[in-house]
């Protein structure tokens, strides 16, 4: 409702956007952003002393790559990891398949296309709204090992992994004078 008040907002950046099977029929970068500002915008006309984070994309590319070959089941000897689970489930969805090179590195040109819109959307809000406080939190790493952080479906975070997203989110959001990096290695 309009008529809330929220003093702080984190919206988190999944690459579901990337998801497709084809470079052609992935969100487009305007649609991406102008869906980003029309709520946002929404938001700080109510109460423009917001505090916003936006936390883009991870590093989903490195994330695929390296969790391919993770075992998840291991069941009457036939052992299934991450790459056939995705397979399964999501098709051949561009991010999840690096064995087509071609496609894998354009989704991930598309990634970094996204993250660098975020930034220039951060930016213009900013501009348009200087009471709000906005950040962005880009390129980040889980500190801890990928294969505790990885759910069932080899994508979405495990309990394990959303709570090392809650971390990593804070360690970068607003209160960095409140814990240092060294506190998270």
Same mark, same amino acid.
């Given at each position: 409702?309009?008529?809330?008040? %929220?003093?702080? =907002?984190? =919206?988190?950046?999944?690459?579901?956007?990337?998801?497709?099977? !084809?470079?052609?029929?992935v969100i487009q970068l305007f649609i991406f952003g102008s869906n980003v500002v029309k709520n946002l915008?929404?938001? $700080?006309?109510?109460? &423009?002393? @917001?505090? %916003?984070?936006?936390? #883009?994309? &991870?590093? %989903?590319?490195? %994330?695929?790559?390296?969790?391919?070959?993770? $075992?998840?089941?291991?069941?009457?000897?036939?052992?299934? +990891?991450?790459?056939?689970? @995705?397979? !399964?489930?999501? #098709?051949?969805?561009?991010?999840?398949? &690096?064995?087509?090179?071609?496609?894998?590195?354009?989704? /991930?040109?598309?990634?970094?296309?996204? +993250?660098?819109?975020? *930034?220039? $959307?951060?930016?213009? $809000? /900013?501009?348009?709204? &200087?009471?709000?406080?906005?950040?962005?939190?880009?390129?980040?790493?889980?500190?801890?090992?990928?294969?505790? !952080?990885?759910?069932?479906?080899?994508?979405?975070?495990?309990?394990?992994?959303?709570?090392?997203?809650?971390? =990593?989110?804070?360690?970068?959001?607003?209160?960095?004078?409140? =814990?240092?990096? *060294?506190?998270?290695?």
């Open positions: 409702k309009e008529n809330i008040l %929220i003093d702080y =907002v984190m =919206v988190l950046f999944g690459a579901n956007d990337l998801k497709s099977d !084809s470079i052609e029929t915008k929404r938001l $700080l006309e109510v109460n &423009p002393h @917001r505090d %916003i984070l936006l936390v #883009g994309i &991870p590093k %989903i590319h490195d %994330i695929m790559q390296k969790s391919q070959q993770y $075992l998840v089941y291991n069941i009457l000897g036939k052992k299934i +990891r991450c790459d056939s689970i @995705r397979k !399964s489930i999501y #098709g051949n969805a561009i991010y999840f398949n &690096p064995q087509n090179l071609i496609s894998f590195n354009e989704s /991930r040109m598309m990634a970094e296309m996204y +993250r660098n819109e975020l *930034e220039k $959307l951060a930016e213009q $809000l /900013r501009a348009d709204y &200087p009471l709000a406080r906005i950040k962005t939190v880009q390129n980040y790493d889980a500190p801890a090992l990928l294969v505790k !952080s990885l759910s069932v479906d080899c994508f979405h975070p495990s309990i394990i992994g959303q709570a090392l997203l809650a971390e =990593v989110t804070w360690m970068y959001g607003f209160w960095p004078e409140l =814990v240092t990096e *060294e506190d998270y290695k």
